[in-house]
């Protein structure tokens, strides 16, 4: 089986070392220094990372950005985020909870526990297994066409399309291992793509016509 890919992003260098030599033998170890090259490798590499390890204080874009902008792409939004925190910042860790962490590793670091805490997410990654692949490609479709659909690009308008489209569209179930979906991205073949992106613009004009966002007088005089 292939080794599972962690991201580390930490402004201590001291944590990453550690964590990196606790982790030498279960994973292969991706370390970045703050929040903007965790994003960056990110963004660069999606679907690539099975597990984020991040520290919430850092000077460039801290966790809590990072948690944030780590579930922008569709490839990336399931990535199971762990984050390191001291036991004494329980509002800091309340707050990255709400945003979306999945776990906590408390300071100082030790290597039973972590290995532990970083094992456990990789299997919980493995078990959120079934994905709707057809959410990743739709949105994809919409974000690559979005001038030639004729919409307004505003998140509602978007966020409508996506959610008519996908109500419409049979869902498409892959199983998540590493890789999967990005492979079921590229293997769609081009008539399947053509299909979808009709069904797409078919519901584009509904969003054209009708929009949410302001909604026009005549629109609300009928
Ligand atoms: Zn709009």
Same mark, same amino acid.
Do not use: W
């Given at each position: 089986?292939?080794?599972? /890919?962690?991201?580390?992003?930490?402004?201590?260098?001291? =944590?990453?070392?550690?964590?990196? *030599?606790?982790?030498?033998?279960?994973?292969?170890?991706?370390? &970045?220094?703050?929040?903007?090259?965790?994003?960056?490798?990110?963004?660069?590499?999606?679907?690539?990372?099975?597990?984020?390890?991040?520290?919430?204080?850092?000077?460039? #874009?801290?966790?809590? *950005?990072?948690?944030?902008? =780590?579930? *922008?792409?569709?490839?990336?939004?399931?990535?199971?985020?762990?984050?390191?925190?001291?036991?004494?910042?329980?509002?800091?860790? /309340?707050?990255?909870?709400?945003?979306?962490?999945?776990?906590?590793?408390?300071?100082?670091?030790? =290597?039973?526990?972590?290995?532990? /805490?970083?094992?456990?997410?990789?299997?919980?990654?493995?078990?959120?297994?079934?994905?709707?692949? #057809?959410?990743?490609?739709?949105?994809?479709?919409?974000?690559?066409?979005?001038?030639?659909?004729?919409?307004?690009?505003?998140?509602?308008?978007?966020?409508?399309?996506? &959610?008519?489209?996908?109500?419409?569209?049979?869902?498409?179930?892959?199983?998540?291992?590493?890789?999967?979906?990005?492979?079921?991205?590229?293997?769609?073949?081009?008539? *399947?793509?053509?299909?979808?992106?009709?069904?797409? =613009?078919?519901?584009?004009?509904?969003?054209?016509?009708?929009?949410?966002?302001?909604?026009?007088?005549?629109?609300?005089?009928?």
């Amino acid at each position: 089986m292939e080794k599972k /890919r962690l991201l580390l992003v930490d402004d201590d260098q001291v =944590a990453r070392e550690l964590i990196e *030599e606790f982790m030498q033998y279960d994973c292969d170890c991706i370390s &970045t220094q703050n929040g903007v090259e965790g994003f960056s490798y990110l963004e660069r590499n999606p679907g690539q990372i099975d597990l984020i390890v991040m520290d919430l204080i850092m000077s460039v #874009m801290d966790g809590f *950005e990072l948690i944030r902008r =780590a579930q *922008e792409h569709p490839l990336n939004k399931n990535i199971p985020i762990l984050v390191i925190a001291s036991s004494d910042r329980q509002e800091d860790i /309340r707050k990255a909870f709400m945003l979306g962490a999945d776990d906590v590793i408390l300071k100082p670091l030790e =290597a039973d526990i972590v290995k532990k /805490r970083v094992n456990n997410m990789f299997d919980i990654a493995d078990s959120r297994g079934i994905h709707n692949v #057809m959410e990743d490609l739709v949105r994809i479709e919409i974000e690559e066409n979005i001038e030639s659909l004729g919409i307004c690009p505003c998140p509602l308008c978007r966020r409508d399309l996506m &959610t008519l489209a996908l109500n419409n569209v049979p869902p498409k179930y892959v199983n998540t291992e590493k890789g999967a979906i990005m492979s079921k991205v590229g293997s769609m073949s081009s008539t *399947e793509r053509i299909k979808l992106l009709a069904e797409i =613009a078919r519901y584009a004009e509904m969003v054209r016509d009708y929009p949410r966002h302001a909604p026009v007088q005549s629109d609300i005089a009928q």
